[in-house]
C-alpha cells in the first residue's frame, strides 16, 4: 500500500512509518518538524520512503500529497496538554483543523481510510476506572476538546459521505525516540534519562498515581490492524496496555533494568493530574484481534538499551 503518515518524523509516526517500510510499503512522511527530527528517520532505508516538510495547516499541499494514497495514519498533533491550555489557538489550529484538512483531502483523494491518533485525554477527570469507550466523554482541556471533535467529524464524514476512519485514542504511550527535553515530555523518558545521568527523578506528588503506559510497539500494532481489519471503519479504540502501573512502581522496575537503586525526589503535586488511569481493552482486543505483546519492564529494557 502507499501510506501517508502525518507527524511520521515524530515519536510514534516514525514507529509506524519505519514498520511500514520495513514491511514493503511505500510511505509518505508528512512533518514539518517543529518537534519531529530527521535523525528519527535516519534507520529507515531510503527508497521506499519519501519525506515532505510541510504542515498539516497548509490544506493545499497536504491534499497534493495524499494524491494516490491509500490510507493516512494522521498522528500530527501539538501533544501537551499544559500547551493546549496557554496558546489554546494554535492547538485548535493543528489538532482540529489539522484533522479536518486531513479529513476534506481523503474525501477528495479517495483514500481508502484514515487512522487518526486520538487520546485518552477525551476521558477527563472522571474517576471512573478501567475507561471504556461507551462511558460518556468529558474533556477537561482544549487539548481533550481538540482531539475529541477530531474524531465526532471523522465519524460524522464515515456517516454522511462513506469516508473509512478508526480513532485509536492512545493511553501513556512510551519507548525510544520519545523527547525526553521538554518539560511536556511523558515521564518514562524522563525518568530514563534522568538515571542515565545518574539524576534522581522527581516525582510530583507521592508516587502512587498510576497510568496505563503501552510500549510504542504495540501501539504500531494497533495503528496496522486498524488500517487493515475490514468492517471496523467508524469505530473508536482505546490502545493501552490494560494494566496499570503507579510511579514508585515504575522507578522500582527501572531501578532493576540498571542495576542500582533509585531514589527519587518528592515535589508538589502537578496541577491538573488525574490520580489513575486505566484502558479497557476488551473491544480492540475483539474486533481488531489486538493484543499488547511488551510488558512495562520490558519496554524500560529495551529503551535502555536503546539510549
Ligand atoms: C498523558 C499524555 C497526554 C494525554 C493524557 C491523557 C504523555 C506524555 N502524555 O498525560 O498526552 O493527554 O495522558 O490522560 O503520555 N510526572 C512526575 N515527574 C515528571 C513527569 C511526570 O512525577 O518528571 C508524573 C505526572 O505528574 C503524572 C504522571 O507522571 O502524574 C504521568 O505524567 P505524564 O507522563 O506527563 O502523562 P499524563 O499526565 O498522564
Given at each position: ?193 534522568r538515571?542515565?545521568r545518574n539524576e534522581a527523578p ?106
Open positions: 500500500m502507499i501510506a501517508l503518515v502525518t507527524g511520521g518524523a515524530g515519536f510514534i509516526g516514525s514507529h509506524i512509518a519505519e514498520h511500514l517500510v520495513a514491511a514493503g510499503h511505500r510511505v509518505r512522511v508528512f512533518d514539518n518538524f517543529s518537534a519531529g527530527k530527521r535523525a528519527n528517520l535516519s534507520g529507515i532505508a531510503g527508497g521506499q520512503l519519501e519525506v515532505i516538510e510541510a504542515d498539516v495547516r497548509d490544506a493545499p499541499r497536504l491534499e497534493y500529497h495524499m494524491a494516490g494514497c491509500d490510507v493516512v495514519f494522521h498522528q500530527a498533533a501539538v501533544v501537551s496538554v499544559p500547551y493546549s491550555v496557554e496558546h489554546p489557538q494554535e492547538t485548535h489550529d493543528v489538532n482540529l483543523q489539522g484533522t479536518m484538512n486531513v479529513l476534506f483531502a481523503a474525501k477528495r483523494q479517495g483514500v481508502k481510510r484514515i487512522v487518526f491518533a486520538g487520546s485518552a485525554a477525551v476521558y477527563g477527570e472522571d474517576p471512573e476506572l478501567p475507561k471504556r469507550e461507551t462511558m460518556r466523554e468529558s474533556p477537561i482541556s482544549p487539548y481533550g476538546v481538540e482531539k475529541l471533535a477530531s474524531e465526532l467529524y471523522l465519524r460524522t464524514y464515515e456517516k454522511l459521505h462513506g469516508v473509512e476512519s478508526v480513532t485509536l485514542r492512545y493511553f501513556n504511550v512510551f519507548g525510544p525516540r520519545q523527547d525526553p527535553r521538554s518539560p511536556y515530555s511523558g515521564v518514562i523518558s524522563i525518568l530514563v534519562d538515571a542515565l522527581t516525582l510530583f506528588g507521592d508516587g502512587n498515581q498510576s497510568r496505563d503506559f503501552v510500549f510504542v510497539r504495540d501501539v504500531v500494532q494497533a495503528n496496522l490492524l486498524a488500517a487493515t481489519v475490514p468492517g471496523v471503519s467508524g469505530r473508536v479504540y482505546n490502545v493501552g496496555g490494560g494494566r496499570r502501573t503507579t510511579l514508585n512502581e515504575l522507578v522500582a522496575m527501572l531501578g532493576r533494568v540498571v542495576g542500582r537503586t533509585i531514589t527519587p525526589h518528592h515535589g508538589p503535586p502537578r496541577a491538573g493530574d488525574i490520580r489513575d488511569s486505566l484502558a479497557d481493552i476488551g473491544r480492540a482486543r475483539t474486533e481488531l484481534g489486538y493484543e499488547p505483546r511488551v510488558t512495562v519492564e520490558e519496554g524500560l529494557a529495551e529503551l535502555v538499551a536503546h539510549v
